[in-house]
Structure formats: C-alpha cells, structure tokens
C-alpha cells in the first residue's frame, strides 16, 4: 500500500473514531432516529470528509441496514439494543466502525461482540485465514452463551468499494482467503440472542449504483445524475432531492442499475449486537485505523 492510501486510511479512521462516539452520545430514550442520523452525517461532512453510507441505527433484533426515512417518527425507547453504524471516507478510501448502544440490560451481548472483534484484531497478520478469524469470533461470543449471526460477515475495503473480498466471517472454519500485507480489512462481530441467522425485512431505506447505463425515466434520470458524485457508494431514499423519487427508485432495482439493501434482522424478540473496526494489515500486525 502506497504511503499516501496509508495516510488516507488513517485519516479518515480518527474522524470516524471520534464521531463514533459523539454519535454513540446522542442515543438516548425519547431521541428522534432522524435527528440523531442528521446530526452524525452533519458532523462527517463538517470535517470536510465523505459520508461512506448512510448511517445505520438499528434497534433490537434488527443488525444493519436500517436509516430513517425521510418522514421517520421513531424514537429511542428504554430498553433498546442500539448498532450504530458508521462510514467515513477520504478520497474514497474508507474507514467503517460501529458499536451497540445499550439502553437496557443487555451489557453480556455488548461485551460479546466487543471481546469478538478484539480477539479476532489481535490474530490478524500475513498469514492468517479468514476461517481462523471466523473460529476466534465464534469461540468469544459462543462462551457467554450467544450466537454468532452466520451470515453476516467483515469484509475488504478499496477505494470507493465499502463491500469487496476476503469476507471475514463470524463463524468457524478452516481455510480461506489468507491476509497479505497491505489489505484494508473490517472485522464486524454480530452476537445474537435469536436464531444466528438474519433475513430480510420489508423496510429498505439504503440503495447503492451498480451499473451505469442509459435509463428513461425522467425521474430515474434525475436520481442517477444526483448520486453521481458518490462513484457507487449507498446512499439513503432521506438523502434525495428529486421529488417523488419512490417509483423510479423501484424501477431502476428492477432494471439492475441500482442495488437495494433491505434491513436485515433476526427473530423478532431477540436482540442484537455489533462492535466493528477498520485495519490495515502490516508486515507483522495490524494498524487499525478507528480505534
């Protein structure tokens, strides 16, 4: 990795760090979503850096993908199990972290998930298989009797790429892609008091540009000039300006131009939580860029 990508990297960590925790302070019972997802995204763009994502808050047995809609009226409640999700990026290159907000009593599954990634950071190296990462995740989080979520994982990062190879998963296995220096890498440990398995929920708020080719619609037209500037990273429906963008939002997923990501939740009743960090992986370690 180029020293100059390395500064980026870093750079953007420290501000996703920071603001991580100034927004992870704002959730509170009786708060608006919508207010506190504004007020984050505010503070990125105030650093003069990029919003990688919408930010994801999402309560309870719900684990990622959800952000306020434009008319959102929820509120925090007492008792909620609160992933806040978060995405910087300078010049494109990204730093992705996020932590559970526990507004009730859930601090075993909080610490779950935190131990998870921590003991999963401190084996990276050029090397290791992703299938001994996956191992140590599940082992942390299954010793205080949760589950992992088996089908949610970490991931590569690029420029302008949030999702990308090795995919670092959260349960065990043998083998797999092997960590090379260089690699820009996010381990994502979800611990789960439900089944160990999301699926997905009728609520979509997130969408990302996945090909580019002419369209029609007038309206499709004017989102896809909008979105432009994000070189494919997701944005949220809030985030728009065209107006009545709903139907052509839904005919260019039909059409393949732009990926939806519905919310992604386990059992209702259950509870979920998240602890993510960003890294890049040295000669003999790591350097992760959002602690």
């Known amino acids: 990795m180029k020293e100059e990508v390395f500064e980026r990297y870093v750079q953007a960590g420290k501000v996703a760090s920071s603001i991580l925790q100034k927004g992870a302070d704002l959730i509170k019972p009786d708060v608006s979503l919508a207010e506190t997802a504004t007020l984050i995204e505010q503070m990125v763009i105030d650093e003069g850096l990029g919003v990688a994502f919408p930010v994801n808050i999402s309560l309870n047995e719900a684990a990622a993908h959800d952000t306020p809609s434009p008319d959102d009226k929820r509120t925090f409640n007492k008792g909620d199990l609160v992933k806040l999700d978060l995405g910087v990026h300078l010049d494109g290159y990204i730093a992705d972290t996020a932590l559970t907000v526990d507004l009730g009593e859930q601090d075993l599954l909080v610490e779950a998930s935190v131990a998870a990634r921590n003991a999963a950071i401190a084996k990276v190296r050029p090397g290791v298989t992703i299938g001994e990462l996956g191992t140590i995740v599940a082992a942390e989080i299954g010793s205080r009797g949760f589950r992992p979520v088996a089908n949610l994982t970490g991931h590569g990062l690029d420029q302008f790429r949030l999702h990308m190879g090795p995919n670092v998963p959260n349960i065990g296995g043998v083998g ?109 370690g790591c350097v992760v860029t959002t602690a």
């Open 176 to 284: 797999g892609a092997v960590l090379e220096e260089g690699m820009a890498i996010a381990i994502e440990p979800f611990a789960t008091t439900g089944s160990g398995y999301v699926s997905d929920q009728k609520r979509v708020e997130i969408f990302s540009q996945m090909a580019w080719k002419p369209v029609r619609m007038p309206t499709s037209r004017k989102i896809l000039k909008e979105i432009e500037p994000l070189n494919g990273l997701p944005f949220a429906r809030r985030h728009l300006k065209t107006p009545k963008p709903d139907l052509a939002l839904l005919r260019l997923v039909r059409e393949g131009v732009i990926h939806s990501y519905p919310v992604l939740a386990d059992v209702p009743g259950s509870f979920v939580s998240q602890s993510e960090h960003t890294m890049i992986v040295t000669s003999d």
